[in-house]
């Protein structure tokens, strides 16, 4: 059996929405260089709906790949949506991650979610914080 799905490589090879998005009105980085995986993630949003989406990943195959698939799966929704969206979906979207790389998905998850939150916190849009990931005081890549 493979390591890699069909879909992880389809995305690691082909990756959707890369890039950056100059005026974005939403910016979410996470991870950082000691853990090898840094994810940011652009918003582009009008009426509360994400109508581009794009990102820079500095890592791994399924981290590109987990990026590449977490952006398609919020292009054009509303942020409630894109805020619904788990690193289990991303991981089972991508037909499957190991589980030594299901941090990938993780980290997905939590770049749109940083996104987002920079929207709202632009924008003076209250918010529930426990929605949110404390990425500053998280230990999933300060060990």
């Given amino acids: 059996m493979a390591l890699y799905s ?3 490589m389809d995305h690691f090879t082909h990756p959707r929405n890369v890039g950056f998005i100059e005026d974005a009105d939403g910016v979410g980085q996470v991870g950082n260089a000691k853990c090898g995986d840094i994810m940011k993630i652009y918003l582009k949003i009008e009426n509360d709906m994400i109508v581009d989406v794009k990102f820079e990943t500095f890592g791994c195959g ?3 790949a987990s990026s590449s ?3 398609e799966m919020i292009k054009g929704k509303p942020l409630s ?3 619904k969206l788990t690193n289990k979906a991303v991981a089972e979207a991508l037909s ?3 589980a030594h790389k299901m941090h990938c998905s993780v980290l997905a998850e939590e770049a749109i979610k940083s996104a987002v939150k920079d929207y709202y916190d632009r ?3 209250e918010y529930d914080h426990t929605q949110f ?3 500053e005081n998280c230990a999933h890549c300060h060990e």
């Fill in 6 to 8: 069909e879909v992880v």
């Fill in 62 to 64: 399924s981290a590109i």
């Fill in 69 to 71: 698939m977490a952006t």
């Fill in 81 to 83: 949506e894109a805020l």
């Fill in 96 to 98: 499957g991650l190991p």
């Fill in 123 to 125: 924008n003076g849009i």
């Fill in 133 to 135: 990931p404390d990425c």
